[in-house]
């Protein structure tokens, strides 16, 4: 068995017209975190559901463990779904209303006939931080965070190689958002699976991820270790995310100049030749617009990035500063 | 970036509210929403309201103007430049509102007619409120469109909202929430629903009218980096009540109350938690109340609660800074 519990491979899902996502390659290591970070429209959830197998993909593969899944049928899919799990944004709409929490949780195993079911589900929701009681209540009398909490339960009850959470705690409160993210880091750390963590916000991944993953419309444009990214990061669009959230620091924050980049996101139906971001890019120069850029390695940990600007040195523009800088 | 006008408290405040409360019938009895807000926003002063769900911070903003539904009761005193707002007639309100408070809210297409153009909608406002004629109202629509940054306004103002971006679409509500130059803006979680790349631009656009008309602007959100980047002053709701105002630098440096602290701790924020590896929590929920108790709604989830927080409501301390707490946080706190 390989040492990866993923293996994405040129990833293409298109919806008719719309090029949601067009050439995805993405490897996460058996007990890792990784970050899969883009705005609305970027595609980030599209491969989570490529992933999981919702969507057929359009073209790549997808391989969970070793085993290639991409164009496998519900019958053929079902020894491998086990192996991976998929947590939404929004869990009143993921938890069926008419079954009690103790049959969501435990519906994975009853799908693969397992026995002692109920001890399996006391023992899930106790881990998540629920009470065993719990199994008899209805997902409505519950708050969003405790229903994350049973969704993140069922989830894990198959103990899976990789669990796929898409935008998990996007829909919470700041306070509620803080406890989900802190189990989540407990629970891989515990249970050792590998993660596919899918969000928009750089901030909320910063001490979770190990790698992160940048997506522009459709394509990866960054990938690399967490301190790369955040410390160092090498295209013009992870530079502008970063400068963008703002921090809760009014000194901090208002002494930072964000970079703007337009308010109009092209189409993913008829996307920008060249470089997919030189429509936003406040330094793209006349390949951009016409020369496709391949990811290239540009430091340690697989550093990678998609940028005519970036030389093989990692060195390119930075345009927080203005400045052009050495990585 | 607070050049220009100095904010703050010492001229006469333009909004004053005063002891308001809101409560909501419904079928499970009433349901008290706000309780005896107090809170004044000076000229050309940016007041954020922040809160997490629940809190009664939209409740507030939407009081403000009565755009309450019947359900809902109000006490208590707003005063516009002097003028009592709650229980004023309807013909009074309408010429308040659009004029003198203008609201843009969190998600601009359902506040958009989509069957009119851009032009159309701001120009109604304008011929509205202020009597313009056809082609004095479309000049002005256009300068509008321009002051709130969007490009090639001649031609953006025959779109339909359809054919703008959430960004594009906020700024066009921003241009029709300040058409008629109001004395206050209320923006209730403006950027909210847009991406961080965009929410930067629309930040920078409420800056610039509070920095070139002197619009004062109350701003209701749950984000406390936005609070930081646009705020003078902060007032920090907990199930129904503020539970600490300050000026916004003083807040973030030296937050009292215990929920302020912890609702600090629980932001991430990048570049922040990388060595920590954890968040801050706040146990517990937000509680429901059908009445508000004598004591403080936050005693338990609170690490700090003592004895007095559940038997007695504490008030907010007189002063500059001033917290709602038996127990406050007296000693600065790594956030």
Redesign the interface.
Known sequence: MSTLALEVEDLVMHFGPVRAVDGVTLRIRQGSVVALVGESGSGKSTVGRCIVRLLEPTGGTVRLADADVTHLTRRQLRPHRRNVSIVFQDPAGSLDPRLSVGDIVGEPLRLMHRKNISTKVAESLRRVGLRPEVAQRSPHELSGGQRQRVSIARALISEPRLLVADEPTSALDVSVQASVLNLLADLQRDLGFACLFITHDLSAVEYLADEVAVMYLGQLVEQGPRSRIFGAPAHPYTQALLSAAPVPDPAEQRARKPVLLGDDLPSAIDPPSGCRFHTRCPVAVDTCRTVIPEPRVIGEGGHQVACHLVDDNGTGPDVRTGEGVAR | ?TAGITPGISTAPVLQVNDLSVTFRTEDGPVSAVDRVSFEVGDGEVLAVVG??GCGKSVTAMSLAGLLPRTATVDGSVRLDGVELIGADKRTLRTIRGREVAYIFQEPMTSLNPVFTVGHQIGEVLRTHIGLNRQAARDRSIELLKLVGIPSAERRISDYPHQL????RQ?VMIAMAVACDPKVLIADEPTTAL???????I??VLRELRERLGTSIVLIT????????L?DRVAVMYAGRVVETAE??EL?AHPQHPYTA?????????????E????????G??PVLTQQPDACTFADRCPRAIDTCTATEPDLTPGHHRVACWNPVREPVEV
């Open positions: 970036m997490e769900s971006s959430g960004g594009m700024r991406d961080v790349t965009i929410q930067a631009g930040l920078d749950h984000d406390l980096g936005v609070v930081a980047d705020a916004v630098h973030f912890g609702l600090l701790g629980a932001s991430p924020a990048a570049g922040r938690h990388a920590s590896h954890r968040l801050n929590e706040i146990p929920l937000v």
